[in-house]
Nanobody
Framework: QVQLVESGGGLVQAGDSLKLSCAAS????????MGWFRQAPGKEREFVAA????????RYADSVKDRFTISRDNAKNTVYLQMNSLKPEDTAVYYC??????????????????????WGQGTQVTVSS
């Protein structure tokens, strides 16, 4: 079992930046591939970004590509989402998620909510126009 806690959300203006963090605790000796998802009011949860265990492979939703950057620090059991040039349509609750992977798997990433086993409680990001 692993626990995920997101932080860093808030209220910002369009064009501003925010950096979200997701700290993992518990069974962190296991390896996990990580992802960020978001859910706006009245909408389904959607993929934002994912990163492999090694950090060498990343993938982004088209809507955030070139604006958001996912990274991780395995020594700190933390994954980050740097969000630049924020837009009102980025307003949502942002969730981090973890999927256990094989010990030798350095490169796998996943983009479906159904691929992830563990989820954080979410952090609200609100972007005003």
């Amino acid at each position: 079992q692993v626990q995920l806690v997101e932080s860093g959300g808030g209220l910002v203006q369009a064009g501003d930046s925010l950096k979200l963090s997701c700290a993992a605790s518990g069974r962190t000796f296991s390896r996990y591939t990580m992802g960020w998802f978001r859910q706006a009011p009245g909408k389904e949860r959607e993929f934002v970004a994912a990163i492999s265990w090694s950090g060498g492979v990343t993938r982004y939703a088209d809507s955030v590509k070139d604006r958001f950057t996912i990274s991780r620090d395995n020594a700190k059991n933390t994954v980050y989402l740097q969000m630049n040039s924020l837009k009102p349509e980025d307003t949502a609750v942002y969730y981090c998620a973890a999927r256990p992977i094989a010990y030798s798997d350095y490169i796998s990433i996943y983009v479906s909510i159904y691929d992830y086993r563990y989820w954080g409680q979410g952090t609200q990001v609100t972007v005003s126009s």
